[in-house]
């Protein structure tokens, strides 16, 4: 059983900050590659940060610098640090994790950036 739970989205103004949690169950986040995607309307669904088992990370160049992916291993949380918020951030964000040749995706979580 493999679950992911993203909270923590909502309506901020530009220049916000919003802090995005995804709790996992059946998998470890310390030793499992994770990542965010979103999608906004109309678009395709986007990576833009992941955290590899060696705790290296990776942005797309959209958000870096103002995003940060993040794990709390005893917790067994990812999380999405996102500040200086822009209305093109708008989006449903998706934590994910690939497993046994198998995607698995929590549920999203809306973020709206309004200006």
């Known amino acids: 059983q493999v679950q992911l739970v993203e909270s923590g989205g909502g309506l901020v103004q530009a220049g916000g900050s919003l802090r995005l949690s995804c709790t996992a169950a059946?998998?470890?986040?310390?030793?499992?590659?994770m990542d965010w995607y979103r999608q906004a309307p109309g678009k395709q669904r986007e990576l833009i940060a992941s955290?590899?088992?060696?705790?290296?990370?990776n942005y797309a160049e959209s958000v870096k610098g103002r995003f940060t992916i993040s794990r709390e291993n005893g917790r067994n949380i990812l999380y999405l640090q996102m500040d200086s918020l822009k209305p093109e951030d708008t989006a449903v964000y998706y934590c994910?994790?690939?497993?046994?040749?198998?995607?698995?995706w929590g549920q999203g979580t809306q973020v709206t950036v309004s200006s």
């Open positions: 955290i590899m088992s060696d705790g290296s990370t």
């Open positions: 994910h994790t690939r497993r046994w040749s198998r995607d698995f």
């Open positions: 059946g998998i470890i986040v310390g030793i499992t590659d």
